[in-house]
């Protein structure tokens, strides 16, 4: 079970904006595929969280955008829980273009767990917290 996890994409053409360069949209669903690609790879698909009654949403994120990605680009949202807590947990990103060892995009989103029948935050069952171990923030390109 890696604590933490690469999730590879090539930016589509419909990726990109008027600038010529990604959407700020398709950075956002980039992260969101990251998230739920390394939950499943836990044990935690959508399916799962649906038997449980319970599962993750998003209370906010935050996003720095240093330098833009391209149509054919090929990239890797790296991700890891950087804070777990009773009801919530922090994951945290860097997007990284491996062909020229830069990092596009750092950011962190806030996820609450709640129960699908109430709405209403709840404690994060031990079994789901044993799944995503904290990890420290990781090299990359032997930083």
């Known amino acids: 079970m890696p604590a933490i996890f690469h999730h590879e994409l090539i930016v589509a053409e419909a990726d990109i904006d008027i ?49 833009p990605a391209f149509a054919g680009d090929a990239l890797v949202v790296v991700t ?33 767990f709640i129960s699908f029948e109430t709405g209403a935050p709840m404690r994060v069952p031990d079994e789901v917290l044993q799944s995503f171990p904290v990890a420290e923030e990781p090299e990359v390109f032997g930083e």
């Open 80 to 112: 890891w829980i950087g804070v777990a807590g009773r009801a919530s947990s922090t994951r945290r990103y860097k997007i990284i273009r491996p062909a020229d060892r830069t990092i596009l995009v750092q950011a962190e989103t806030n996820w609450a």
């Open 19 to 67: 600038l010529g360069h990604a959407n700020n949209l398709s950075y956002m669903a980039w992260l969101q595929k990251a998230a739920v690609a390394h939950s499943t790879a836990q044990g935690w698909s959508n399916e799962a969280y649906d038997r449980l009654g319970a599962g993750w949403v998003v209370r906010s994120h935050q996003i720095r955008y240093l330098r």
